[in-house]
C-alpha cells in the first residue's frame, strides 16, 4: 500500500484537451518531464487515472525522494535548497523531509517557498520503451514499475 506517488509528465503540452489539461495544472505538472510528488488519497487515484495518457506515476521510496530533494529541489528565484531552507519548513534534516514526503504526510505544494514540481531533464540514453503507449502495452505511460529508475536518469 503505497502513501505517495511520484508522477512524471511524459507528453507535451499540445493537443491536450481541456479536461486533462486542468487536472494537469492542479498537480502542477505544466509542462513535460516535470514530476511531483502527491500523497494516496481517495482523489488522486482518481486524478492519475483520468491523465494516465499524459504521466507516468510509481510508488516511492527514500532514496529516490532524497536524491530528487538534493538535486532538483528548488525555491521561489530557482535556487537549489539549503539547509536553512530545510530547517524553515520545520524539519531537521533532508532525510526527514524526505521521509514525511514518502509517507503522505506532507505534500509538495504545501511546503513554501519550495516550488511543487521538480524539473527533470529527457533520461541519458533515452526511453528504453515506447513513449506513446500505456506501460502494459510494452510503454511509459500510466502505472510503471520502472519509473524510479527511469528518473534517476532523468535527473
Keep these: 500500500m503505497a502513501n505517495a506517488f511520484l508522477v512524471v509528465r511524459m507528453r507535451g503540452t499540445v493537443n491536450v484537451p481541456h479536461w486533462a489539461r486542468t487536472t494537469l495544472k492542479l498537480l502542477h505538472l505544466d509542462k513535460k518531464f516535470r514530476a511531483t510528488i502527491i ?13 494516465k495518457h499524459y504521466v507516468s506515476w510509481q510508488e516511492l521510496d527514500l532514496s529516490t525522494t532524497k536524491e530528487l530533494l ?15 531552507d530545510i530547517a524553515k519548513l520545520g524539519f531537521k534534516s ?14 509538495l505544494s504545501k511546503l513554501k517557498p519550495l516550488k511543487p514540481w521538480f524539473a527533470l531533464s529527457p533520461p541519458k540514453h533515452g526511453f528504453k520503451r515506447n513513449t506513446k503507449k500505456m506501460y502494459g502495452e510494452g510503454g511509459i505511460l500510466g502505472s510503471h514499475k520502472e519509473l524510479l529508475v527511469q528518473v534517476r536518469k532523468m535527473m
Design 70 to 84: 538534493e538535486k532538483k529541489a528548488r525555491t521561489s528565484g530557482y535556487k537549489k535548497i539549503t539547509a536553512e
Design 94 to 107: 533532508a532525510d526527514e523531509l524526505a521521509k514525511s514526503l514518502v509517507e503522505g504526510t506532507t505534500s
Design 39 to 51: 500523497p494516496d488519497k481517495e482523489n488522486t487515484k482518481g486524478m492519475l487515472d483520468k491523465i
